[in-house]
């Protein structure tokens, strides 16, 4: 399974991004999938996850009601709409999907959000 994110960028806050994560090869076995974000000197944390269907989200708290996951399964590909952006939202953001119980990501996409 190969993913490859993008809709990356500078954004001031407040401001919006739509992040897309296309994933090509085995799709057919892929469950569930995820966002997860990387600040400088910070461990990778979670941001959001949503299963195959897309009938069931899964939010962290920092971001509930600002940010949006969702998936085409159609297009192999997922999205991450985020509103009302802060600066603490800077980081490179990575999605996840779940083969077989290897996890597989994507290369990172850089979220940074000025004051």
């Known amino acids: 399974v190969r993913l490859v994110e993008s809709g990356g960028g500078l954004v001031q806050a407040g401001g919006s991004l739509r992040l897309s994560c296309a994933a090509s090869g085995s799709t057919f076995s892929i469950n569930a999938m995820g966002w997860y974000r990387q600040a400088p000197g910070k461990q990778r944390e979670l941001v959001a996850t949503i299963t195959r269907g897309g009938g069931n989200t899964n939010y962290a708290d920092s971001v509930k009601g600002r940010f949006t996951i969702s998936r085409d399964n159609a297009k192999n590909t997922m999205y991450l709409q985020m509103n009302s952006l802060k600066p603490e939202d800077t980081a490179v953001y990575y999605c996840?999907?779940?083969?077989?119980?290897?996890?597989?990501w994507g290369q990172g996409t850089q979220v940074t959000v000025s004051s």
């Open positions: 996840k999907v779940v083969v077989s119980l290897v996890n597989y």
